[in-house]
């Protein structure tokens, strides 16, 4: 009876314990978590002061003469490198946590609002400054009930790294709710995912490389060359 009421002890103290030690553990991952989506949104913060700047620029003059389009490129660059960075920053996050963060999704829509602004940015650099062309692509996608999207996501991710130099991707979370991108979606006419914008025109479902290869040689490669 002694050993029994010996073991019965060893055990509550052990589910103690263990109680505390898991405690401790998610306390941790969440301060953590908390702590990566805190980075990501200062980072998020950071790009949108720098878009802001890039933007004034363009409403100061309209007419851009060949020094400002330098100096504007320069901060265009700057941005489209930020933009890649927390991309690869937010894939990594949603690769990653467990721990649900309702703060997350703020940030993220933030994050796609930066995206489209920069994409914006982008079309005014090109129209208003000489040599500065490149193969625009929209990337639509939706984390439920898509499940060629994270396929199109590693298509689309190869694709620009080896044309890093005149490729812009922008892929666009239609979960979020975010009004820009219901808007870009009423105007391309997009009904399903995953689904891609290539220089203006709508293309639905999956695309392998071999045919978002073939739309950059006819829609930049030959046009640029003509």
């Given at each position: 009876m002694v050993n029994r009421d010996v073991g019965w002890k060893y055990l509550g103290f052990a589910l103690v314990v263990s109680a505390l030690l898991f405690t401790g553990i998610f306390v941790a991952g969440y301060q953590?978590?908390?702590?990566?989506?805190?980075a990501l949104e200062q980072r998020v913060e950071d790009l949108e002061n720098?878009?802001?700047?890039?933007?004034?620029?363009f409403q100061l003059d309209k007419e851009l003469e060949s020094q400002q389009c330098e100096a504007i490129n320069e901060l265009r660059k700057s941005t489209v490198s930020e933009i890649r960075d927390l991309r690869e920053a937010v894939e990594s996050y949603e690769d990653g946590e467990r721990i649900s963060n309702g703060r997350y999704e703020t940030v993220k829509g933030d994050y796609m609002n930066a995206v489209i602004q920069n994409m914006l940015d982008l079309r005014q650099v090109r129209e208003k400054c000489e040599g500065q062309?490149?193969?625009?692509?929209?990337?639509?996608?939706?984390?439920?009930?898509?499940?060629a999207c994270e396929d199109q996501g590693t298509v689309l991710n190869f694709f620009?790294?080896?044309?890093?130099e005149d490729v812009r991707v922008h892929p666009l979370d239609t979960d979020l709710g975010v009004e820009n991108i219901e808007t870009l979606?009423?105007?391309?006419?997009?009904t399903r995912?995953?689904?891609?914008?290539?220089?203006?025109?709508?293309?639905?479902g999956f695309q392998?490389?071999?045919?978002?290869?073939?739309?950059?040689?006819?829609?930049?490669?030959?046009?640029?060359?003509?």
């Open positions: 953590f978590n908390e702590h990566k989506v805190s720098e878009q802001r700047a890039l933007s004034n620029d062309e490149f193969f625009e692509i929209i990337y639509f996608y939706s984390n439920e009930e898509c499940d620009r790294r080896e044309n890093s979606e009423q105007n391309y006419n997009v995912y995953p689904s891609i914008v290539v220089e203006g025109e709508l293309y639905e392998s490389l071999e045919e978002v290869e073939k739309l950059y040689e006819e829609k930049y490669i030959n046009e640029g060359s003509d």
